[in-house]
C-alpha cells in the first residue's frame, strides 16, 4: 500500500553559516550534472571569499539549485567534510520516519528524483533553478514503512542485474570498436586479400602505380594547378613498421596527394574574421569544423554565406577530399562524401586531395587504421599539434589500383557485419532497459502515473543503469 507524501516531508533543508577566518584556507564544493557526484571545485582563504558561505558534513545529501534538474545532486564525500557552499546549494537532513535514507538514496539515482527537481524548477531561460514551494509542495507516492525495505532489497538486486548487463554490453561494443579496428589494420597490411593476390599474380605491381601518379602530379605543377614542393626524404629500413606483401610499394603520403591547411586567406586570420560570418542556420555552404569529426550531424554544422565561400576560394572542399585534424584530436579523419551543399574548411584542418588513380576510400581508411601511428608524430607541451610537414612525410602502404579495389570491398563487407553486430547489441540494450521499467513495476507493486495533480509514481522512475549507490 502506497501513501501519499510531499517533498517537504521527507527532505528538511538546513543551514550551518560560518565566519570565514581571513588567513585560513576553505574547500568549496560544485556537483556535477548527470548523477556524476559531489567534487571539490578549489580551495581559497577566507579573505578571497566574498559570498556568504554554509559548511556541509559528510553524508548530507545535497543539491545545486540552479542544475538539480540535470541530475546535479549527491551525497558529501569523507574528504569534503567541513567545506563550504553558498546559498545556491540545497543540502537536507532526511526525515527518517517518511523514508529511510538508503532507500531515499537508491531512488536519486533513478529519474525518479530528476523529474522532481524538474517539476521544482522555474525561471526565464538562462535563470532557470529550484523554487522552495514548487518543490517541497510536489506530492509523490511511496510505500508504508514495513514496505521500504524489501523494496529497497528488490531495488539493490534490480540495479545490480542491470549493471552486471551494462557492463556486459560496454564489452561487446568496446570488442566491436576493436574489431572494427583489426579489420582496417588488417586491409593495410594485406592480410584481407592473400587469396586475391594468389588468384591474381600478373597484376601490375603498385610501384608502376606509383610513377603514374607522380608524373600526374608533375603534370599539374607544370599546368599550375598545384605548387611544387621540396622533396620528400628517402624512406630508411628503420622507418618501416611492417613488411608488405609482394607487390605492394612504401611511400610516402605527401608522394599520392596535395596537402592543404586551414583558410588560405592570406595567411591573415584579421581578413577572415573580416569576411567570415558562421550561422547557426543553413546558408549556402557548410563551414567544415573540427567538431564535424564526432558527428556528421546537420545540427552540428555551422554555415556560412555565398560571399564567405568564394572568397575562401582555396579551401573549398570537394567530393573524395579527405580532411584530418591538426590539433586536439591530431590525426581524427573525415571523409568527404555527401555533396549535397557546397563545403568549406575550417580552421586546424588539413585537406587531403588525392590526385591520381590512388583509391580515396583506401587513403581514408589506411588513415583511420593509423591513428597511434599519426599521433606518434605530434608535439607540443600542453596541446598535442601535428604538422604539415609530418603529414606528408607519413608512410603509405600502396597496392595496386585492382588490389585496392578488392580491399575496399572486403572492408565494407566485414563492416556491414559489424553494424549488424551492432544493431544486435542495441537492441539487448533496450531489452535491458524494458527489463529493468518491469523489474521496478514488480518491486513498487500497482503501478502508479501521474496524474493531474502532479503525483508522482512508479511509471515515472527508471533506473540510471551506470550509477553507482550513493551511500
Known amino acids: 500500500m502506497a501513501r ?15 565566519q570565514l577566518i581571513d588567513n585560513q584556507d576553505y574547500k568549496l564544493v560544485t556537483i556535477k550534472m548527470n548523477h556524476k557526484g559531489v567534487v571539490l571545485r578549489e580551495i581559497k582563504k577566507g579573505a578571497e571569499i566574498k559570498s556568504n558561505m554554509y559548511e556541509v558534513k559528510e553524508g548530507d545529501f545535497i543539491l545545486s539549485g540552479i542544475d538539480a534538474r540535470n541530475g546535479a545532486f549527491g551525497i558529501i564525500p569523507p574528504e569534503l567534510d567541513g567545506a563550504v557552499v553558498t546559498n545556491d546549494f540545497w543540502y537536507f537532513e532526511i526525515d527518517e520516519t517518511a523514508i529511510s535514507k538508503k532507500l531515499f538514496l537508491e531512488l536519486t539515482a533513478t529519474t525518479w528524483f530528476d523529474e522532481i527537481c524538474k517539476r521544482g524548477s522555474d525561471g526565464t531561460t538562462q535563470r532557470i533553478r529550484l523554487q522552495k514551494d514548487k518543490f517541497f509542495n510536489q506530492r509523490v507516492f511511496l510505500p508504508e514503512q514495513d514496505q521500504q525495505e524489501s523494496l ?43 587469396e586475391w593476390r594468389r588468384q591474381n599474380p600478373d597484376v601490375e605491381p603498385a610501384s608502376e602505380l606509383l610513377k603514374r601518379i607522380k608524373a600526374e602530379k608533375e603534370n599539374l605543377i607544370k599546368e599550375n594547378k598545384i605548387k611544387k614542393e621540396k622533396p620528400l626524404s628517402p624512406i630508411s629500413k628503420d622507418e618501416v613498421p611492417f613488411e608488405l606483401p609482394k607487390g605492394w610499394v612504401w611511400c610516402r603520403l605527401g608522394d599520392i596527394l596535395e596537402l592543404l591547411s586551414d583558410y ?41 554565406s555565398k560571399t564567405a565561400y568564394e572568397f575562401l576560394e582555396k579551401s573549398k572542399v570537394f567530393e573524395g577530399d579527405v580532411i584530418m585534424n591538426k590539433i586536439a584530436d591530431p590525426g581524427r579523419v573525415f571523409y568527404v562524401d555527401d555533396r549535397n551543399k557546397p563545403m568549406s574548411l575550417a580552421m586546424n584542418l588539413f585537406l587531403l586531395r588525392i590526385h591520381g588513380a590512388c583509391n580515396k576510400s583506401y587513403v581514408y581508411n589506411y588513415l583511420k587504421a593509423s591513428y597511434e601511428y599519426i599521433y606518434s608524430f605530434t608535439g607540443g607541451a600542453t596541446t598535442k599539434t601535428i604538422t604539415k610537414d609530418a603529414v606528408k612525410g607519413l608512410l603509405f ?12 570491398q572486403k572492408i565494407e563487407a566485414l563492416i556491414e557485419k559489424c553494424n549488424s553486430l551492432e544493431a544486435e547489441i542495441i537492441t539487448s540494450e533496450q531489452h535491458a532497459q524494458m527489463l529493468m521499467k518491469a523489474l521496478l513495476k514488480e518491486a513498487f507493486g500497482p503501478s502508479q502515473r501521474l496524474d493531474s495533480e502532479n503525483k508522482l509514481g512508479i511509471e515515472d522512475l527508471e533506473i540510471e543503469q551506470q550509477g553507482a549507490s550513493q551511500l
Open 4 to 18: 501519499e507524501l510531499q517533498i517537504g516531508d521527507l527532505l528538511k533543508r538546513i543551514k550551518r553559516q560560518i
Open 152 to 194: 529497497l532489497n528488490k531495488l539493490l538486486s534490480a540495479k545490480g542485474s542491470a549493471t552486471d548487463l551494462a557492463e556486459e554490453i560496454d564489452r561487446q561494443k568496446q570488442l566491436l570498436i576493436q574489431l572494427k579496428q583489426s579489420i582496417l589494420q588488417e586491409a593495410i597490411q594485406g592480410k584481407l586479400t592473400q
Open 264 to 304: 588560405h586567406a592570406n595567411g591573415s586570420y584579421e581578413i577572415l574574421k573580416k569576411h567570415v560570418e558562421l550561422f547557426d542556420e543553413e546558408d549556402y555552404a557548410i563551414m567544415l569544423r573540427t567538431t564535424n569529426f564526432h558527428t556528421k550531424s546537420r545540427n552540428s554544422y555551422k554555415y556560412i
Open 397 to 408: 602502404p600502396l597496392p595496386s589500383a585492382r588490389e585496392q579495389e578488392v580491399i575496399i
